[in-house]
Every structure is written in structure tokens, then in C-alpha cells.
């Protein structure tokens, strides 16, 4: 792909303005990078364009990059896994990952923390939420987390900041927005109870204006920034 750093910056400026104009605290928004289409030297050169926070949904491809990108040159960027996660492949990420967002178990949760232990690191992790119950989907149904939610803020060394969720494509702007108010509702929620809930990942690059209108903290942006 040929990346123009005119096109990025001007989306991304539209981006910006967009985060000004619906989010009710624009001031904690961030923008995460979708890089999973880019090989080493097209994300070199996004980091060259002063770009530093990325997402990467497959573990070893993470791991490579991160072999890549090792130096002090890069030692200010922030990796986040916001893929599917296989416990065979936490081991790929668990020493060098920012924020994991698609934490969709407790089962997986479990064993994060283990790897973590193992590792003497803390992390910082989202609960997964399949908000619209697609059965294409992974992740936890509120009605199901809510039952059990203690044991998912009980892990030593995995802290839960938040959550994460994607809306259907094919969903209407009023089903996407219903979604994400049941997001913003339960990330307040949790609020009340752990002070250091503070993130909420959803939003991508067809969804993240009614994500901001409902409070999200990070959009997850790919396409947009490059069209």
C-alpha cells in the first residue's frame, strides 16, 4: 500500500474535529492506529509521519513487528492487541503489550494473568462485551458478566480498565447507537464501583461518530485514515 502522508493527516485532522464536535470529553479520546495491514517498512514509515499508538490483532504478527521495532527509536510507541487472543499466543505479547481490549473469557482472562504472574508484569486489560449477542462474535453478554463481574476484577496481576465491544456492520445508525448507550451505561456502572474504570474501546471506522457521541475513549480507526 502506498501510504500519502498528505491524505493520513488531513483524515486525521477530520478525525480530530470529529472527536471536538460529539465527544462529551474529547480530552480523553485517543485514536488507535488499525496496523494490521501494513508490513514493516509501511508502519516505519507511519512512525517516520510521528504516529505512535497501534493496534495489532494477531499475536505473532505482533511479535514480529515488535522484533522489528525494538530500539531506543522506538521505545515511545504504545502497542495494543485488540484481536482474538489464543491462550497458546498470550506468550507473544504478554511482555511488551499496552492494553489488551479482547479480553472474551474468563477462561482467557485466567490464563493472561498466569502469563503475567509468570512474567512479573502488570496488565492492563478490557472485557470483551458481544453486545448484539451475534453469534459470529465472541465475547460476554452484559446479563453475563454483570452475574459474575467480582471474579473478573479479582486477578493479582490482569487489571480491568474497561471494555470493549463491536457494533454489527450491517447495523442501522439507531441499532449502533442503542449498542453503544448500553456500553456507555455499563462502563458507568462499573464506575461507581472501581475508580480506575476508565476506558472504553468501540467505534471503528464506519461507527466510531456515534461511538464518541456515546462516551468511547478509543476508537479503533484503519480504513479512514487512508482513503
Not at 488499525?34 to 517498512?41: A, D, G, I, R
Not at 499466543?89 to 499496552?98: A, G
Not at 498466569?114 to 453469534?135: C, D, F, Q, T
Request: proline share 1%; no cysteine.
Amino acid at each position: 500500500m502506498e501510504l500519502n502522508n498528505l491524505k493520513i493527516q488531513q483524515n486525521y485532522k477530520k478525525i480530530l474535529e470529529d472527536i471536538e464536535k460529539y465527544s462529551p470529553y474529547p480530552e480523553k479520546v485517543k485514536i488507535l492506529f488499525v496496523s494490521k495491514y501494513f508490513n514493516v517498512e509501511e508502519h516505519k514509515a507511519l512512525i517516520e509521519m510521528g504516529y505512535d499508538y497501534f493496534g495489532e490483532n494477531r499475536a505473532q504478527l505482533y511479535r514480529d513487528k515488535l522484533n522489528e521495532f525494538s530500539g531506543e527509536k522506538y521505545k515511545n510507541i504504545k502497542w495494543d492487541f485488540i484481536g482474538r487472543l489464543q491462550k497458546n499466543k498470550i506468550k507473544y505479547i504478554i511482555n511488551s503489550v499496552n492494553l489488551i481490549h479482547s479480553i472474551d473469557s474468563y477462561e482467557l482472562l485466567e490464563e493472561i494473568n498466569k502469563k503475567a504472574i509468570e512474567n512479573n508484569r502488570i496488565i492492563n486489560g478490557l472485557i470483551e462485551i458481544n453486545v448484539s449477542k451475534e453469534e459470529s462474535k465472541t465475547g460476554v453478554y452484559i446479563e453475563d458478566f454483570k452475574k459474575n463481574s467480582e471474579k473478573y476484577f479479582s486477578m493479582s496481576n490482569v487489571k480491568i480498565i474497561g471494555f470493549m465491544t463491536m457494533a454489527p456492520f450491517e447495523a442501522s445508525e439507531a441499532e449502533i447507537n442503542s449498542y453503544f448507550s448500553n456500553m456507555r451505561d455499563l462502563k458507568e456502572e462499573y464506575q461507581k464501583k472501581y475508580d480506575y474504570i476508565t476506558t472504553l474501546s468501540m467505534g471503528m471506522s464506519n461507527d466510531y461518530v456515534e461511538a464518541l457521541k456515546n462516551g468511547t475513549t478509543i476508537i479503533r480507526i484503519g480504513s479512514k485514515l487512508f482513503k
